[in-house]
């Protein structure tokens, strides 16, 4: 299992970038694929989160309205479009997925490299 997230960069406030994770070993249609990040001294926080056959979705009170969680099955990957940016988003951003360990019952977790979104004038 390998996630493998890129996108990331430099842009001003209120302008838009998209976030890609790309997937091997499982697929985005069956497990849940999660985007986080984290800022320097902060915790991890979870952003976005697509699952089901149905595509279905949540956000954090923080970027809801702003980001957009999607996935293209034929690419198994999944996609994180931010709009209107501001600098509180300046972070290292990741993907996850919980995987299950066949046979154990147990789910393994498994992170994307992260990707820095810096947000700046």
């Known amino acids: 299992v390998q996630l493998q997230a890129s996108g990331g960069g430099l842009v001003q406030p209120g302008e838009s970038l998209g976030l890609s994770c790309a997937a091997s070993?499982?697929?985005?249609?069956?497990?849940?694929v999660g985007w986080y990040r984290q800022a320097p001294g902060k915790a991890r926080e979870g952003v976005a989160c697509i699952w089901g056959r149905e595509g279905d979705n949540g956000y954090s009170d923080s970027v809801k309205g702003r980001f957009t969680v999607s996935r293209d099955s034929a690419k198994n990957t999944v996609y994180l479009q931010m709009d209107s940016l501001n600098p509180e988003d300046t972070s290292v951003y990741y993907c996850?997925?919980?995987?299950?360990?066949?046979?154990?019952?147990?789910?393994?977790?498994?992170w994307g490299q992260g990707t820095q979104v810096t947000v700046s004038s």
């Open positions: 070993g499982f697929s985005v249609d069956v497990y849940a």
């Open positions: 996850n997925a919980d995987i299950a360990i066949i046979g154990t019952g147990r789910m393994q977790a498994y």
